[in-house]
């Protein structure tokens, strides 16, 4: 496990889209997380593909999760976010992109095609989580059970409360659909982001505290090959 502290969320987003572009490579199979803290990191690698430093759209992308219930066109759904602020900008092609649609009344059949295409592709390459405020990891809440694959699962009140900021209004939202950890931790790389003082307490217990499904980010701890980028507040209680 490493752990490299930035001395705020520029140099994070910076050094957070150079550990990417090293395993932007032909055909790997990349994991993003939507949500905040990408979002300086998804500029950093648009213009370095701008500088012709590297090929975005030489990989493949699975989308993390979704809100079950939201689609393309509402603000906040992880599609909206991720075409927005990746997708769009990198010029990724439609068919390298597998995501949840979180409008299908059928959630297994969401389940089940995107465990064919990350098994279809080897497995996940690459992937880059956010730490969420209960130690979420995607929609991988507290107490998640050790189903592989991927599920739907019931989100928990601090999500929930959080998950407002992102939609502009208040949206009942109740179900989350994601890739399991343990899909994820079968990914031959692993990178944890972490920004701001708020995340400070969770970083600790992420880092120091036992491996646990309470805390699901912890669950990362004994990984082969996993980074946990901070910066000096998310670090601030090491």
């Not at 994070?12 to 990191?41: H, N, Q, W």
């Not at 990746?86 to 949840?100: L, M, N, Q, S, T």
């Not at 064919?116 to 507290?142: K, Q, V």
């Amino acid at each position: 496990m490493e752990t490299v502290i930035t001395a705020d969320y520029d140099e994070l987003s910076r050094l957070s889209a150079k550990k990417v572009a090293e395993y932007i490579k032909p055909d790997t199979l990349i994991c993003f997380a939507a949500g905040d803290t990408p979002l300086g990191m998804f500029k950093e690698l648009v213009a370095m593909q701008s500088r012709k430093e590297i090929d975005l759209s030489a990989a493949w992308y699975a989308g993390l999760d979704e809100w079950v219930g939201l689609g393309p066109q509402d603000e906040g759904s992880c599609i909206k976010v991720m075409t927005e602020a990746f997708y769009g900008p990198a010029r990724i092609p439609k068919e390298r992109i597998r995501v949840f649609d979180g409008l299908d009344p059928d959630m297994d059949r969401q389940c089940r095609e995107m465990e064919c295409w990350i098994s279809s592709r080897g497995g996940i390459g690459f992937t880059l989580l956010g730490i969420g405020m209960n130690g979420h990891i995607g929609f991988n809440e507290p107490g998640t059970p050790e189903t592989p694959g991927c599920f739907t699962v019931a989100l928990d009140d601090t999500t929930k409360s959080v998950s407002q900021k992102y939609f502009g209004k208040v949206l009942p939202v109740t179900t989350g659909i994601t890739i399991g950890w343990q899909s994820l931790y079968e990914a031959r790389t692993v990178v944890l982001m972490a920004s701001g003082a708020g995340k400070a307490p969770i970083v600790r217990e992420s880092l120091k505290g036992p491996s646990s499904v309470d805390v699901p980010a912890s669950l990362f701890q004994k990984h082969d090959d996993v980074t946990f980028m901070l910066d000096k507040a998310a670090a601030a209680l090491l």
